[in-house]
């Protein structure tokens, strides 16, 4: 397994669709595996394949506690919402490629996701509560959106100018626009 680069806010990559997975392979399985071995350092919850500088649909997640509970990891390919609950919930919600901001964002409690997972089996996930705003956070980088276009245009816009400041300070790898573990 390899450690990988997460790329960093307002890199172009993250603003971009990714594709869909067309075949399952070995390369796909072992990205999935990079791209988690690559989260639990960070540390993170999730992370999806744009934030790494891979143009796939592929998603990683884990909401276990590691203090008090096995990892239960999650590996998604192409997933897709095909139901959301009418209720809401708010969560801070933070990002890896946005790495020290937090803000509220308000999305759907329960959701509904197919998938296939790393055999190439078409799989459906019924989630609630943090593993729901985390499927739902993840998909959204996809898409090419980031929590932040959730924020208000101001809050969004604080975070972007804050975000480039520090890059300019050299907080993060300047040729790649990225932060390593």
């Known amino acids: 397994?390899?450690?990988?680069?997460?790329?960093?806010?307002?890199?172009?990559?993250?603003?971009?669709?990714?594709?869909?997975?067309t075949e399952v392979t070995d390369e796909i399985r072992q990205t999935l595996n990079d791209m988690l071995e690559t989260m639990y350092k960070a540390p993170g919850i999730g992370l999806a394949a744009n934030q790494v500088g891979i143009l796939k649909r592929l998603v990683v997640i884990d909401v276990s506690n590691p203090e008090e509970e096995e990892p239960k990891p999650y590996?998604?390919?192409?997933?897709?919402?095909?139901?959301?609950?009418?209720?809401?919930s708010v969560y801070q919600e933070g990002c890896l490629s946005v790495p020290t901001f937090y803000e509220e964002v308000e999305r759907p409690a329960e959701v509904t996701v197919e998938?296939?997972?790393?055999?190439?089996?078409?799989?459906?996930?019924?989630?609630?509560?943090?593993?729901?705003?985390?499927?739902?956070h993840e998909i959204d980088h996809l898409e090419g959106t980031l929590f932040v276009d959730h924020l208000s245009k101001l809050k969004k816009g604080m975070i972007v100018k804050k975000l480039t400041k520090l890059k300019k300070q050299g907080a993060f790898?300047?040729?790649?626009?990225?932060?390593?573990?």
């Open 173 to 181: 790898n300047k040729k790649q626009d990225t932060h390593t573990l």
């Open 115 to 136: 998938y296939l997972d790393e055999t190439g089996t078409k799989q459906t996930l019924k989630a609630e509560g943090l593993l729901a705003t985390c499927i739902q």
């Open 1 to 21: 397994m390899a450690l990988l680069d997460i790329l960093v806010a307002p890199h172009p990559t993250l603003a971009k669709r990714a594709e869909e997975v």
């Open 75 to 88: 590996k998604f390919i192409n997933p897709v919402i095909i139901e959301s609950s009418d209720d809401s």
